[in-house]
């Protein structure tokens, strides 16, 4: 029972802190959440969890894949300006894209794994 809960309570003190930085050096804070501090933790976790080196690895590839295809939820955000929208529009729109992207990148691992 402790193990989830440390892990639970690692990474939520991750994300709380960069949320809680964002309000005062957004751009660090941006800096910290690209960083894959959760493949890391999530990566490291599951191996000393399972002791399954072939899944771990699997686990990385996947992420490697993810991680391009996960950035098309920022697109609406980079083209907010031309776009006009409101920030809800374009949040709905980052995560439909998003959706799309999770679409190829389970596609992209049966060629994968």
Partial sequence: MLWPAAKIIVSACIIA??????????????????????????????????????????????IVTAVPLSLLFFVPFLLAQRLGLPFWALYACGVALLVIGYFAHVTLMKHIA
Avoid at 33 to 55: C, G, R, V
């Fill in 17 to 62: 802190f960069a949320s809680w930085l964002s309000n005062k050096r957004p751009e660090l804070a941006g800096f910290i959440i690209a960083l894959p501090l959760m493949s890391l933790l999530a990566i490291a976790f599951s191996y000393t969890e399972f002791k399954d080196a072939e899944n771990s690895v699997r686990f990385a590839k996947s």
